[in-house]
């Protein structure tokens, strides 16, 4: 399937390790030139650096989205360096599953405001294109209660339903809006490898919960969101994808 990436113009936040990766690689590999950020400044140079010897089309900043000036600036930046913007993901999360308030704050502020932050600073490139896309990385901790539920949980629901209404708002616009709820992902150095490492009885009964018997690898994840922000995916808008390995026991209707 041609997927029409070629010629557009990506930024995705979130872009040096696993899932962001994987989808910064994907867009590349399929024509579209990208922007990323993530907060630290080696890990941006090294993945701009190993992107740009593959031949993509891509650059990276490092940039914290909880700091909302700075956000606002990359994504004007990015815009100029691409000469627009086609498509946004908002990969980033602050993977706070704590219960304290300090998880709950932070969850607030990286997940929620950073997602709210980063379309409202795309939106007016998102309304000059033909091609307009968001897709927003939620989670299963979303849609059921599990070992996430709290902060986590809560945040990756709430990122959900601002997709779903940003989806209705923005039809007239010609502006898709999906997101995407991946279930465990195990990549080295992600949140699985840890807990693999440190409490191999959670990873264990993890592990064990999904029929596949595995968890999904980052471009598995990358693949569904690719998909969702190409051309190829345009009557889709205001869908949540479940990409779980049949993880999770709810019905979508």
Not at 74 to 102: K, P, R, Y
Not at 157 to 174: D, E, P, R, S, V
Request: proline fraction near 2%.
């Amino acid at each position: 399937m041609d997927l029409r990436l070629t010629g557009t113009r990506a930024i995705v936040t979130g872009g040096t390790k696993g899932i962001g990766r994987a989808i910064v690689e994907l867009l590349a590999a399929e024509g579209a030139s990208v922007a990323f950020c993530a907060r630290t400044e080696k890990d941006v140079q090294a993945a701009t650096t190993r992107l740009c010897a593959d031949g993509a089309t891509a650059t990276g900043t490092a940039v914290d989205v909880c700091d909302a000036a700075a956000l606002r600036t990359w994504v004007t930046q990015a815009a100029g360096e691409l000469g627009g913007i086609d498509i946004v993901v908002s990969n980033v999360s602050a993977l706070a599953i704590g219960d304290d308030v300090d998880s709950w704050q932070k969850t607030f502020q990286t997940d929620v405001l950073g997602t709210v932050g980063l379309i409202a600073a795309a939106m007016p490139e998102l309304e000059k294109s033909t091609a307009g896309s968001i897709v927003t990385i939620a989670s299963v901790s979303g849609r059921e209660v599990d070992f996430a539920a709290g902060s986590y949980g809560a945040a990756k629901a709430a990122i959900i339903h601002y997709t779903q209404g940003l989806a209705f708002q923005l039809a007239g616009k010609n502006i898709r809006a999906n997101s995407v709820s991946p279930g465990n992902t195990y990549f080295d150095g992600g949140v699985w490898q840890h807990i693999e490492a440190t409490n191999p009885q959670l990873y264990a009964q993890a592990l064990a919960l999904n029929p596949t018997g595995r968890m999904a690898g980052p471009d598995e994840i990358a693949r569904a969101v690719v998909f969702l922000a190409s051309p190829a995916a345009s009557f889709i808008t205001g869908t949540n994808l479940v990409v779980d390995g049949a993880l999770t026991r709810g019905v979508q209707f």
